[in-house]
């Protein structure tokens, strides 16, 4: 490797290329900055690579599978044969495109890409090294945006049979059998669309619940259709050990005193994700960390040292790729010495089990500790015509507001599309919107986005479609 002695200077520089990293890129480009972005994987980081798009066209495809093979809808007769080879192709092809789309932003908004390794050497430089040499690169500004990795469990570490979410969504066949560790919105993705495959899928969780996180109602109509594909789930259930073998692996887990086993093709780890910040340097320049390997960051996403910041998987909160994006402009606006900071009150969540579930704002609960008495309204998929024609009539929307002055607070739906459908929801609370505003608004007749009109409607005492209280 040839290493070179002369320091180039950069006006911003963004570590990591992902949806944080490469959206902060072109916003302070817009904002009439020289960037440079430094990578030392693929542009587009792990979403587009090995997380939220891959794993989306597999859902999307098993979904397809399921349709094909079950004949459930009424006069319609098909069948089905898998091809599960095809289907990765596919999937890759979704993912070129992606990040064939990145690359053509990034050169199109003139910012100058660096495929390797970067480390710091001081608060303005770093060390970046490719394959072939290493150079010094002097900034003014930087925006770390390295992202995360899968979290390896010491008692059961990755290897041929114990795989992470990376393996799991590049496997070459579908696997027989598959254990899950961890019943987050990963594991119940990924288990639920193998399980539309054909495999015979085990949820190992450590709470009282799959999808802790989310509200008792919305993960109990999740878990009825995991049991439809045959998918067991343990809850309150502890991995202890694993064995493994050339074609299998058998996992050892507590519920309360009893050990019980399970074997199975694979072992699928979703236990959640380890920030990638110990092998940047950081302990080097004086950057403040907090637990568990985040870095500590203000409203602005500015760190201690003041001209670098922070976004993303690597900073407290949810580790969501829209997150990374919103803090990614936030940081780019802040160093263009914009009046920008991060307000978290409308991040949505969303997870793309069957049915799918989404949220945005505050839960029922959170909200009655704010505001004390709150008004809930909650609007049935089965009375909704458009949803009843679709044949998916399971779920619900649900929308919670303080009821001293009507303004709308949290969001939540379960069923087809509600990843879409909260979209709406998020703009309302951004707004401040009442439930008033959104009972007002005139919406399309057969739609699904009728069901927020109504909930409104009902949270307000004023339903149509459904019998008042």
């Known amino acids: 490797m040839v290493v070179g002695e002369l320091t180039e200077d950069i006006d911003v520089l963004v570590i990591g290329g992902g949806p944080g990293g490469y959206v902060a890129a072109i916003r302070a480009a817009q904002l009439g900055k020289q960037v440079t972005v430094v990578d030392k994987a693929q542009l587009g980081g792990v979403c587009l690579n090995r997380g939220c798009i891959p794993s989306k066209a597999l859902i999307s495809a098993a979904h397809h599978y399921e349709a094909a093979r079950e004949e459930t809808f009424p006069g319609i007769e098909t069948t089905a044969k898998l091809d599960f080879a095809k289907v990765q192709v596919w999937k890759q092809s979704v993912v070129d495109k992606m990040t064939g789309g990145v690359k053509t932003l990034l050169k199109g908004n003139k910012v100058n890409?660096?495929?390797?390794?970067?480390?710091f050497t001081k608060p303005d430089e770093v060390r970046i090294m490719t394959e072939v040499e290493a150079h010094n690169y002097r900034f003014k500004n930087c925006i770390i945006a390295t992202g995360s990795r899968p979290i390896e469990l010491r008692s059961i570490p990755f290897g041929k049979r114990v795989i992470s979410s990376t393996e799991a969504l590049s496997l070459n066949e579908v696997p027989k059998s598959l254990i899950v560790i961890g019943g987050g919105y990963i594991g119940v993705e990924l288990g639920q669309a193998y399980a539309k495959f054909g495999s015979k899928v085990t949820i190992i969780e450590g709470t009282e619940s799959i999808l802790p996180t989310f509200e008792a109602q919305l993960s109990r109509l999740v878990l009825r259709n995991l049991k439809k594909y045959d998918v067991t789930v343990h809850t309150k259930a502890m991995a202890q050990s694993v064995s493994q073998t050339d074609s299998e692996a058998t996992l050892t887990f507590t519920v309360g005193d009893k050990e019980e086993t399970v074997t199975a093709d694979y072992v699928l780890v979703t236990v959640g994700r380890k920030p990638n910040t110990d092998e940047l340097g950081l302990d080097t320049i004086g950057v403040e960390m907090a637990e568990k390997g985040l870095i500590k960051v203000d409203n602005q996403g500015r760190t201690n040292v003041p001209n670098i910041f922070a976004i993303g998987?690597?900073?407290?909160?949810?580790?969501?790729?829209?997150?990374?994006?919103?803090?990614?402009?936030?940081?780019?606006?802040?160093?263009?010495?914009?009046?920008?900071?991060?307000?978290?009150?409308?991040?949505?969540?969303?997870?793309f089990s069957d049915p799918e579930i989404s949220m945005v704002g505050l839960t029922e609960e959170e909200a009655k500790t704010e505001y004390g008495d709150v008004a809930v309204g909650r609007f049935s998929y089965a009375a909704n015509g458009r949803a009843v024609a679709l044949g998916a009539d399971a779920g619900f929307v649900k929308l919670v507001a303080d009821k001293k002055s009507g303004l709308l607070v949290g969001a939540q739906v379960i069923g087809i599309e509600a990843s879409n459908l909260i979209a709406e929801l998020g703009l309302a609370i951004e707004m401040g919107a009442t439930l008033e505003d959104v009972a007002l608004t005139i919406h399309a007749h057969p739609t699904l986005g009728e069901m927020v009109m109504e909930a409104a409607e009902v949270a307000l005492g004023t339903p149509i479609h459904v019998l008042a209280r």
């Open 113 to 119: 890409v660096i495929s390797g390794e970067a480390f």
């Open 313 to 351: 998987d690597i900073v407290p909160g949810a580790a969501l790729a829209h997150k990374a994006s919103y803090e990614g402009k936030v940081a780019a606006e802040v160093i263009a010495e914009h009046p920008s900071v991060v307000d978290y009150r409308c991040i949505p969540a969303v997870v």
